[in-house]
């Protein structure tokens, strides 16, 4: 966000984020209360809101068309021989279970009673016309949860799992920076910081970094793709967004091009 407010890539085009998760934290969420909706929501809503947070806050708008297309493809009961075909580890522990989880019983996560999906793409357009793709996927090889953001002047790339910041402007010969990130545990360091916020919070009277307000914006986006993806139809977000109260994106769509969407 520091990157972006800079002016280092310019005014944003279009971009990119995901949330890829490794086999075995995949294994854990469709073996775990929150594989069904009625429960936590969807797989999109109840996991990946926080990164579509984070892209609302960079964006600095709100998405105003939304499409999606989703399915439940590997944690299915006719794919339980990968279990077999990738083994245990040296410990013994039996793939796709290797996150501790207090269930006394725990289901396996191919019994095919989860309802949420395992993988999902989705297409966003905000109100001050930008648009941006979002990945997620249950089972890979390679997590990632990362950003790429095309500016007029230039492009982002970040990866919290591989703790990588860098920027390349446009122009003849232009090299990769490489910007320093914060290189700590706990979603990339995120969770230190996190914890000493609340603290001034709860205990001086600091507002929150990140409000109810933001939570709120976040979840309609996931209920908007979902809705996109059960239906099979584009979405306009507009109305959910008056509904809740926040009319400035609603007039927004009334000129696309117009500065940064404010609440």
């Known amino acids: 966000m520091e990157v972006v407010s800079s002016g280092a890539i310019g005014r944003i085009i279009s971009f990119e984020f995901n949330e890829t998760l490794g086999f075995n934290h995949g294994g854990y969420i469709f073996g775990n209360w929150r594989r069904e909706r009625k429960n936590a929501g969807t797989h999109l809503l109840e996991k990946c809101c926080h990164d579509i947070d984070l892209a609302n806050w960079i964006i600095g708008s709100l998405p105003v068309r939304a499409a999606s297309f989703g399915g439940r493809d590997f944690f299915t009961p006719e794919n339980v021989g990968h279990v077999e075909r990738i083994g245990p580890d040296e410990q013994g522990v039996t793939a796709y279970s290797s996150w501790p989880d207090p269930q006394p019983a725990r289901p396996s996560p191919f019994d095919g009673k989860a309802d949420i999906f395992d993988n999902q793409v989705a297409i966003l357009e905000y109100a001050n016309g930008v648009r941006g793709t979002f990945h ?128």
């Open 136 to 263: 997620t996927n249950c089972n890979t090889g390679t997590p990632e949860r990362r950003f790429y953001v095309c500016g007029t002047e230039g492009t982002l790339r970040a990866d919290v799992v591989a703790r990588t910041l860098e920027v390349q402007r446009i122009g003849w010969n232009s090299k990769i920076e490489k910007v320093q990130s914060h290189d700590g545990d706990g979603h990339g360091g995120g969770d230190e910081a996190m914890g000493k916020a609340m603290v001034e919070t709860m205990l001086r009277g600091v507002p929150p970094l990140a409000s109810c307000e933001e939570g709120i914006k976040s979840s309609i986006v996931a209920f908007g793709l979902d809705r996109a993806a059960d239906e099979g139809c584009v979405v306009d977000l507009t109305p959910m967004w008056e509904e809740a109260g926040l009319t400035g994106a609603a007039e927004a769509v009334q000129n696309p091009a117009s500065s940064l969407l404010r609440q």
